[in-house]
């Protein structure tokens, strides 16, 4: 903990008669030092800085570099950032324990004290990622899509029961209470966090680091956190600060209202739209300005749970009485009520609505124009406006297929019905994005119960689903008397969890789905979702857009994509008459009152009183006990990784990399989707015939996500999506490449990435991964790097990255390089069958970061940049890995 305080930074707080140590921002003062002006998320990084200066990581020169600034310059500082908590969903958060399970195995090998291994920053988890809407439009759905779970999930609930025991300072929310996100803002954030320290209670902002890249939901109520690696996460458990650089900050300047029609999900979108197109990757986006008053905190939420879609690090709203009075509504107690306002006024952390903070970067948006929208067909960026949301599907149709006319007829339930190309087949409400936000699940409710009493029905291919964010959404639906409706239209509760947005939509319609894959239909999904990449939803789907719930719904009625939603009849009435979506589009006083009557402060106490306790199921399970695992060498679920096999105390010498094979080529905006192994175990892939093999039946393969725990099923699904098209593999979708080992040019055999890993690996050859822009966006998906690097992979090529994943393969010892400025391998001429020699890596051996290498590819010779970007990140490859640097620095501490 902190030993300096070089600036008498020190100073208590009185709030109602109790007393808090805190580190006052104004204290630091000095020439070029302007504190006052700095945007609201800086001045969380100082605080931050004060607090934790010990003269060695963090020291009085860190903290004079954030309070004197400069919004232009390019970032180029380091700080050592220490988050006050870590946030995991279970997807993620079951490889976090696997990973501190097996070091404390590794500490004791190496002659250490296991118990070192062991959160020192809380650590809460929620198992919110496994429900999958296996049962749909039944009264039934929930309960029996909960006993499928558990049916599915024992093993890795009984080893997160072990790690609740095991670890101190670790908390787990069980499964069917909520999404992370909605849980983290409605019940665990603190916006003000408290600790004691050395026996004295400290006060300081709530910060956090979270498992899954829509952390940033929490910026909405002033946290400052944002999603990283697992890997990452598992480091900042045990104590060790993120390196980050100071970043650029852009003002999102916000003003006007929301115009009647529009919803929040539309201005997220045109949000989304505007940032990706101004560029704000690894940047902080902070809102600001007269509009940000008038925006509820749902509304906040839902913008910041979108940073990833645009790119930015976070994209975060101060704190002012917006805040306070959705922490009074969500049960927060009146002591934390006083606390936040009186020290967030105290730290000038309070947002006045007329100031103009210094940015590095400044973006407007009068929130009165915004208009109804859709993104899609595949990715969040995408705005479509709704009034052009026909047009736009037929002509982005023509990437699908030849074929634009294309219909086939079937049979559902007695009923003979014709689809085509953009027959909605999936309507999901879902995601913590809007279910979040009871203004568009009210809105969507409301249109339900309106389209009921006008005798609409759903069309009969679509799997209507609703996943709220919380149990809270369901008393409110229930106390509004709303919920028959949603239920008629087939909109039953699904689960509390993330189900379609990350893929666990459940299959489709079953005759659907054979009519689908009979006439290679281009079908859609619409889902109130923040991801829509190819793939992602349902391998029968080709086409995703992202919309509002009551958007959801209104396609629900529509059936297809290919039409007029605001021109065209939804129906009929029961007197025959057409109805259309104005008819039952709900007004934004309806939706207001009826906010107002339903929703309560008692119903977010009630809903969290026993949140880490859980239901008997998760109760009576059995738990194992001890201080290490017990591995069940018969899992399939959870085993014990090799990371640290044969590892020894100090780090070998970082090697160049001589006689290398490219295992994928690969284009433009390949996501952590196409790389980490995600969504179905199809039968006849390398991870289903592994299962098969140890005697699971197919039925029981689960999703990729529930499997993380064991490496030997994600390791043979890494690079395996089904739309990833690797150029040395053309004419192949899925995981496919050729082996050099087996022949040379066309002769060289197309077998699965798996297959050939292994044979590259028995050959003792290295390979590397060649891509183009936009490396790695999407998800924070930590197999996505521990994937290619266990495949032998030592090196990325790509135009540019995304930040998580490039930071993630330093932390697995795999190097990221770039092309050269402009250059790319089409430019160079690479076609993915030559052998690359990589040389001045080894420059690292002597303290220093090359700022090129050295590539030989066949005939071609380039100097690739080294995108290891902070000396925090060079210790991490240097050692092998970000793991392997932290258990040997615990061991020698």
């Not at 679509?462 to 028959?484: I, M, N």
């Not at 699965?752 to 060649?770: K, Q, R, T």
């Not at 010779?861 to 991490?876: K, L, S």
Request: aromatic residues 8%; hydrophobic residues 40%.
């Amino acid at each position: 903990m902190a030993s300096k305080d070089s600036f008498g930074a020190k100073s208590s707080l009185d709030v109602d008669g109790k007393s808090y140590e805190i580190f006052r921002l104004d204290a630091v003062t000095g020439e070029g030092l302007d504190v006052a002006s700095l945007p609201f998320s800086l001045k969380v990084l100082l605080e931050n800085l004060l607090r934790t200066e010990d003269g060695a990581d963090i020291t009085a020169e860190d903290i004079k570099a954030i309070a004197g600034w400069d919004a232009d310059a390019d970032p180029s500082k380091e700080i050592q950032f220490t988050p006050a908590r870590v946030i995991m969903q279970d997807f993620t958060g079951v490889p976090c324990v696997v990973d501190l399970a097996t070091m404390r195995e590794a500490m004791a090998e190496l002659g250490g004290d296991p118990s070192k291994i062991n959160p020192l920053a809380p650590a809460e988890m929620v198992i919110d990622h496994s429900v999958i809407a296996d049962v749909f439009g039944t009264p039934e759905a929930f309960e029996r899509n909960v006993e499928i779970e558990y049916e599915r999930n024992r093993e890795r609930y009984q080893f997160l029961r072990w790690g609740q025991g095991a670890f101190d300072d670790f908390k787990v929310v069980p499964p069917g209470t909520g999404i992370v996100h909605q849980v983290n803002i409605e019940h665990l954030a603190r916006t003000v966090f408290t600790r004691e320290v050395d026996g004295v209670l400290q006060a300081y902002p709530d910060t956090c680091v979270g498992t899954d890249s829509h952390t940033t939901m929490v910026n909405g109520i002033g946290v400052v956190g944002w999603g990283v690696g697992g890997i990452e996460a598992e480091a900042a458990m045990l104590g060790q600060p993120v390196s980050m650089l100071i970043p650029r900050v852009v003002g999102f300047k916000l003003n006007g209202d929301l115009p009647e029609g529009s919803t929040a999900t539309d201005l997220v979108l045109t949000i989304t739209e505007m940032l990706r197109k101004h560029g704000v990757v690894g940047k902080f986006v902070e809102f600001y300005g007269p509009g940000v008053s008038a925006l509820p905190l749902a509304n906040r939420a839902t913008i910041g749970n979108m940073s990833p879609e645009f790119g930015s690090t976070i994209a975060v709203f101060p704190i002012d009485e917006q805040t306070i009075e959705y922490l009074k509504l969500t049960g927060r107690s009146a002591e934390q009520l006083a606390l936040v306002e009186t020290y967030a006024k105290e730290q000038g952390l309070w947002h006045d609505p007329s100031a103009e903070p210094r940015y590095s970067e400044q973006l407007e948006l009068d929130v009165s124009t915004v208009v109804p929208s859709l993104a899609g067909p595949k990715r969040p960026q995408d705005r479509v406006e709704v009034s052009e949301a026909g047009p736009k599907f037929r002509e982005a149709l023509a990437d699908y297929t030849d074929d634009a006319d294309k219909t086939v007829d079937l049979e559902i339930d007695g009923q003979q019905v014709t689809i085509g190309h953009g027959a909605v087949t999936i309507a999901a409400i879902t995601s913590c994005t809007n279910t979040s936000n009871p203004s568009v699940m009210i809105a969507a409710a409301l249109l339900a119960k309106n389209a009921v009493e006008k005798g609409l029905a759903r069309k009969p291919w679509v799997k209507t689903t609703l996943a709220p964010g919380s149990k809270v959404v369901s008393d409110y639906y229930d106390k509004a008397g709303l919920t028959p409706y949603l239920d008629k239209l087939g909109f039953n509760l699904v689960g509390y969890g993330c189900t379609t947005c990350i893929g666990n939509s459940g299959p489709l319609i079953p005759e659907v789905s054979a009519a689908v894959n009979e006439g290679d239909l281009a079908v859609t999904s619409v889902l109130s979702g923040n991801r829509n990449f190819e793939g992602r939803i349902n391998p029968d789907v080709k086409m995703n857009y992202l919309a509002s719930p009551p958007l959801v719904v209104a396609y629900a009625l529509a059936g297809s994509m290919d039409l007029d939603l605001f021109g065209d009849s939804l129906g009929k009435d029961t007197e025959g008459n057409d109805v259309f979506l104005k008819d039952i589009w709900p007004s934004p006083a309806e939706v207001e009152r009826v906010i107002g009557e339903a929703i309560s402060s008692e119903m977010f106490g009630d809903s969290y009183e026993d949140v880490f306790a859980g239901d008997e199921a998760w109760r009576s399970l059995p738990t194992p006990e001890g201080k290490t695992f017990a591995w069940d060498h018969e899992s399939t679920y959870v085993r014990k990784p090799p990371y640290f096999d044969g590892m020894p105390e100090e780090p070998e010498p970082v090697a160049d990399i001589e006689g290398a094979r490219v295992l994928l080529k690969l284009g433009d905006s390949v996501t952590t989707d196409h790389i980490s192994p995600a969504g179905a175990i199809k039968k006849d892939s390398p991870a289903g015939r592994y299962l098969a093999e140890h005697g699971v039946e197919q039925r029981d393969f689960n999703s990729y996500g529930s499997r993380r725990g064991n490496h030997e099923v994600m390791i043979r699904g890494t690079f395996a999506n089904i739309r990833l098209r690797n150029q040395i593999a053309p004419g192949t979708e899925g995981g496919f490449t050729r082996d050099f080992t087996a022949g040379e040019g066309d002769d060289a055999p197309v077998t699965s990435i798996y297959e050939a890993s292994e044979s590259y690996a028995a050959a003792g050859i290295p390979l590397v991964v060649l891509c183009g822009k936009e490396y790695g966006s999407g998800s924070s998906r930590d197999w996505a790097a521990k994937g290619t690097s266990l495949l032998g992979v030592k090196a990325v090529i790509a135009e540019s990255y995304e930040r998580i994943h490039r930071s993630n393969l330093i932390g697995m010892g795999v190097i990221p390089l770039q092309f050269p400025e402009g250059q790319s391998a089409e430019s160079l001429g690479l076609t993915g069958e030559e052998t690359f020699s990589i040389s001045g890596i080894t420059e690292l051996n002597e303290g220093r970061t090359p700022r090129t290498v050295k590539v030989t590819a066949g005939e071609v010779e380039f100097d690739a940049v080294v995108r290891i970007d902070t000396p925090g990140e060079a210790n991490y490859y240097r050692n092998g890995g970000i793991m392997q640097y932290v258990l040997r620095n615990l061991r020698r501490g």
